[in-house]
């Protein structure tokens, strides 16, 4: 499916860069590192409608003789940029949208954890496992590392329970 | 085939150049190119002319150089139709005057179809040939004296000018009755041989081309409505018969009408200015063009005579004419797709396109500017030459910069660069190729100075940065510039650290070495011929520096403050027993400056914490240290840093020369042959406690040597500030011994003073008080004693122990806590000392380092063999302390304060008889 997935932070570096045909990734960079202007135009062209009906989706930045480039910028400005193989006809507009949708909520889990400083590279292994499986891109984008920030996040919430409720019960007497 | 195709694309062509006569300018016989480029230059500068009776504006483009199969397309786009020839030659002789005109004429045959006039001007010719009045040659004594040129030029341009409106007014009012010649383009040519030129399709053809024609000469004539008129009427006419081509250029004449209409300040940028002067300011540019075009507009004396569309006056025939600037996109859009159809079209087509891209530049619909740019970088024309694949890209360049696609730019210019290096090129340029680089920088966000990398993290496209720089290494080594590369080189060492793998870690300083072994890197900023220049890359990773800390001196060298002479003198700065804000400064002073000195001409040492990041071990030169404010001689050290070792201290010495108050700004080293000068202020996450710090004047040093044996055992461990080395003696009671101290000046100073103190161990005191005496006027009367200098200094022992109240003695003897066996016989080993410390921290490390210099600091230990009948042990202690200082410039520090400390000892000797 998508043969090169990229994060691209507000300041337009690259958070996490990956791509399926590893020899040659330098490709891959200066496709995604030259869509950056259509993202930047297109996001100016944007700025001047109303935030909240702001469409996060982009569309197609611009096709080259072999691969689609399409873009996604979420509401922080962090831009996601997905290149698609052009001969898969099978993706169409709306399953570019539901994948960079799971995309976004993979990326949001990467920013749940704990460990992660928001502006560094994204190391993890897992991390939005993008494109290591093709046929697999569009349903699971992530698995490993979100699951995991999730129970993180649950036994971080459950210990913090009974603290609040003192704390809480205490407010109420007082 | 290539003689029908338009073959050498206008990359800097724009809409406006469609309302100007092309002018060739071309040297004959030998001229030299500055000369010619003189007088071309001069000539370029009569660019527009406002016609003298009617108030139009006549614009000319000039070429010195012009494919004559270009020149075959202008019927079918009059502003790519030669009209005008100047020729420039020498010529000295009449007698090679008619071989000079014969060239002129033979020039002109190569445009020869399509010239409307030409003009020789001849330099250097005089005599009578110079008196006959020509119209078609001027002459000139010279290059200086011809201020006429521009004069002539602005003739020349009038007569393009009567010409073009007698065609125009010609082709105009063709009544239809007449048979309408078909125009068509070079490779039309044999498709309609022998075609019905009655049929009413082949009429319309030939009247739409026709009309597009005039429009075409009416926009040059600087009529912009009548030709907005013409081109409106071609288009529905040549719509109905599917002409493609000369519909897409009826469109595309429209467009260029309509956008000059539109934007009188020019499309072009660059190539607009060259072509108006001062058009840098649009505004005033506008104001010189709108009005001309407004009055030729509604001059109704011109429209009247071309008699064609009277109504065209009005101003509502005026708006309704002229494309809005959506529609000159959508037209240009329709246009494009019609050439498209015709594959010989291609340069006009491709044409078109960046001539749309450059008016969407000036509307800022940079996404559209992009969708037109992306359709030029598809247009397939024939097998280009490598120069002009460089020529195309580096015009892709700058369009996608004009419409502020920075990265797309940078990353056409690149390949640009790359093009200029291909394989297939003879000589490949790696001048040009390293040039077009360099000007990719901005576009992938990298600089070539390493202060904006040292600033936190490195946030960039490192995969593709790291490319970029090798190829500008590479580049650089090619061009024959070796400090280029082993700058470059460092550079990408220094900030792509982090992102190299091992192996590249390998390559990298590998090549490094190679070309810093026939051009060592240096500190220098080398500066490009562009003008950029390239700041130095120092290795402040290479290795990386954690910690620095300026190192005291050691215990037997460091200068103590003579309190007792400058005790009153204090406080002295301040009228203030206390004041805050004196307080406040002291405590910034503190940050930065270290509270012991250096003394002048002694090793100084800085502690450095280092490590190596690199997977393989690391071998640093000349490591040394930079300073100011001081004369310091740096003696370089050199070391080797094992594979990704950890911190890993390494001392830095160095003498200071002179006096004053010197700052640690960093260090230098020569790694991989590149020499860095790290200063420590731009060094990220290093901790220091202070680099600044005082340098006292010289002091004398002195060596003390004793004339006992040495004592195998040490029995006071030596504090931070104490140095001592054990002598020993055994005296019986009432024995008296002299002991003999060698005082040695083996500084460059001289030792001026000499005090000794004696410290007696109080609670002995009154046991063994006088044991010891001494006169030191001997000794002084050597002093001052000059470098090389031995003095003696005797000391006297005398035991003499009163026995005749034993048992207080005894119990003074045993305080010390030693239990004492009673049988008389011991041995000298068991003798028990307790080392006295006088409230001083022990430092063992610097006392360890200070016993290399035992010779300043001498301690006697008189070991006293006590007679057989005690049986006690003491520990009695004397100290004497022998203090030595120089005295200059109103400051006084004790050199060295040295001690001869005398410990009683007790000891059961054998039974003697």
């Known amino acids: ?81 997905m290149v698609v193989d052009s001969s898969n006809t099978a993706l169409r507009d709306n399953e570019i949208r539901s994948m960079f949708r799971k995309l976004h909520n993979s990326y949001t889990d990467v920013m749940c954890n704990p460990f992660y400083n928001p502006g560094d590279r994204i190391q993890s292994r897992w991390a939005l496992l993008p494109v290591s499986d093709p046929v697999q891109v569009g349903p699971a984008f992530c698995v490993l590392l979100p699951s995991f920030c999730r129970t993180c996040l649950a036994i971080l919430v459950a210990k913090m329970q009974p603290f609040g409720k003192q704390g809480r019960k205490g407010l109420f007497k007082l | 085939m290539r003689d029908f195709k338009m073959s050498v694309p206008d990359y800097m062509q724009c809409a406006e150049d469609h309302q100007t006569l092309l002018v060739v300018v071309q040297p004959v016989g030998i001229v030299s190119e500055e000369n010619f480029f003189r007088i071309y230059k001069r000539i370029c500068s009569v660019s527009q002319i406002s016609v003298r ?143 019905d030129t009655d049929s009413r399709h082949y009429k319309k ?73 001062g058009s840098a300011l649009p505004a005033e540019a506008a104001n010189r063009h709108r009005p001309g075009a407004q009055e030729v507009l509604i001059d109704p004396g011109a429209l009247t005579t071309n008699g064609i569309n009277p109504d065209t006056s009005t101003e509502i025939g005026r708006a309704k004419n002229c494309l809005s600037p959506e529609d000159i996109i959508d037209k240009y859009k329709e246009a494009i797709s019609y050439y498209s159809k015709y594959k010989n079209a291609g340069v006009i087509e491709l044409e078109a396109c960046i001539k749309a891209v450059r008016v969407l530049a000036i509307q800022k619909r940079s996404m559209e500017a992009s969708e037109f740019l992306q359709n ?173 800390k300026l190192l005291n001196l050691p215990a037997s060298l460091r200068p103590h403050k003579m309190k007792s002479l400058l005790g009153q003198n204090v406080s002295t700065k301040s009228p203030f027993i206390y004041s805050p804000i004196i307080a406040h400064n002291r405590g910034e002073e503190r940050n930065k400056k270290i509270d012991f000195q250096w003394v002048q001409g002694d090793v100084c040492e800085v502690q450095l914490m280092v490590y190596n990041p690199m997977p393989f071990e690391l071998r640093v030169e000349n490591m040394g240290l930079l300073t100011s404010g001081v004369e310091f001689e740096s003696l370089p050290a050199a070391l080797s840093l094992p594979a990704e070792s950890g911190l890993y201290p390494v001392t830095l010495v160095g003498v200071p020369q002179t006096t004053g108050t010197i700052t640690v700004n960093g260090y230098h080293t020569t790694v991989f042959g590149v020499f860095s000068d790290c200063l420590l202020d731009n060094l990220p996450g290093i901790k220091t406690s202070g680099s600044t710090v005082e340098v006292i004047p010289a002091l004398p040093r002195l060596q003390i040597s004793t004339s006992l044996p040495r004592s195998a055992h040490s029995l006071q461990p030596s504090s931070g500030d104490e140095i001592s080395t054990n002598v020993s003696v055994q005296l019986y009671n009432g024995e008296s011994q002299q002991l003999i101290i060698k005082l040695e000046n083996i500084g460059m100073e001289p030792l001026e003073k000499l005090e000794v103190t004696s410290k007696v161990l109080t609670t002995k005191e009154k046991l063994y008080g006088d044991f010891l005496s001494w006169k030191l006027e001997e000794t002084l009367a050597q002093f001052p004693l000059q470098p090389g200098k031995v003095a003696t200094f005797t000391i006297n022992i005398k035991v003499k122990l009163d026995f005749s109240c034993q048992e207080n003695l005894l119990q003074d003897l045993s305080d010390d806590g030693i239990s004492v066996s009673g049988f008389p016989l011991s041995s000298p080993f068991r003798q028990v000392v307790r080392p006295r410390v006088e409230g001083k921290p022990v430092n063992p490390p610097e006392s360890n380092k200070a016993g290399d210099y035992s010779h300043v600091k001498v301690s006697g ?53």
């Open chain 2, 376 to 548: 030029a970088v598809y247009i397939n024309l024939r097998q280009l030459s490598e120069e002009e694949k460089i020529q195309r890209y580096s015009v892709l360049s700058e369009l996608y910069e004009l419409i502020g696609f920075h990265r797309k730019s940078a990353f056409f210019k690149r390949v640009a660069a790359m093009q200029c290096v291909a394989p297939s090129i003879a000589e490949p340029g790696w001048r040009a190729c390293y040039k077009l680089l360099l000007e990719t920088l901005p576009g992938y966000s990298l600089s070539l100075d390493p202060k904006d990398f040292s600033r936190g993290t490195h946030r960039g496209w490192a995969a593709v940065q790291m490319r970029l720089l090798h190829e500008l290494v590479y580049a650089s080594r090619r061009m024959g510039n070796p400090a280029l590369s082993v700058r470059h080189l460092s550079f990408l060492l220094q900030t792509m650290l982090d992102f190299l793998s091992d192996q590249e870690k390998k390559d990298v300083t590998q090549s490094l070495e190679n070309y810093t072994s026939k051009c060592p890197g240096t500190m220098e900023p080398i500066a490009l011929p562009g003008g950029l220049t390239l700041p130095p890359v120092p290795f402040t990773k290479l290795p990386i520096v954690r910690h620095v």
């Open chain 2, 861 to 913: 230990l008189g070991r006293w063999h006590l007679p057989r009948a005690v049986r006690a042990s003491a520990k009695p202690f004397l100290k004497h302390s022998f203090e030595s200082f120089s005295e200059r410039k109103g400051c006084v520090y004790l050199k060295a304060g040295f001690s001869v400390v005398f410990v009683l000892g007790q000891c059961f000797g054998k039974q003697s008889q």
């Open chain 2, 53 to 195: 009776d009617s108030q139009r504006v006549l614009y000319i483009r000039y070429r010195h150089h012009y494919p004559p199969e270009n020149n075959e397309w202008g019927d079918f786009q009059t502003h790519r139709k030669v009209v005008g020839l100047i020729t420039i030659t020498d010529c000295f002789s009449a007698k090679d005057w008619p071989q000079t005109f014969e060239k002129f004429h033979v020039q002109k045959e190569i445009y020869g179809s399509t010239l409307y006039d030409s003009r020789l001007f001849v330099f250097g010719l005089q005599g009578e040939i110079v008196e006959q009045p020509r119209t078609d040659v001027a002459f000139y004594p010279n290059y200086e004296d011809c201020q006429t040129v521009e004069k002539r030029i602005e003739d020349f341009i009038e007569s393009l000018f009567i010409v073009l409106e007698s065609k125009r007014l010609d082709r105009a009012t063709d009544k239809s009755g007449d048979k309408i010649p078909l125009l068509c383009v070079p490779f039309e040519k044999k498709d309609f041989v022998g075609l």
């Open chain 2, 205 to 277: 053809r030939c009247q739409g081309r026709m009309r597009k024609h005039v429009g075409d000469l009416c926009l040059q004539a600087g009529m912009l409505q009548d030709s907005l008129v013409h081109y409106h009427m071609s288009v529905e006419l040549l719509r109905s018969v599917n002409d493609f081509l000369w519909l897409g250029a009826a469109l595309e004449g429209l467009c260029s009408a309509s956008v000059i209409y539109h934007y009188p300040g020019g499309t072009g940028g660059k190539s607009g200015a060259r072509r108006f002067q």
């Open chain 1, 1 to 81: 499916m998508a043969v090169c997935i990229a994060v691209i932070a507000k300041e337009n570096y690259p958070l996490y860069i990956r791509s399926t045909p590893t020899e040659n990734e330098l490709k891959f960079h200066y496709m995604v590192h030259t869509s950056l202007d259509v993202v930047d135009e297109k996001i100016s062209a944007m700025g001047k409608a109303l935030v909240d009906q702001r469409e996060l989706y982009l569309g197609l930045l611009y096709p080259t003789e072999d691969y689609k480039v399409y873009g996604y910028v979420t509401n922080s400005k962090v831009k996601f940029v």
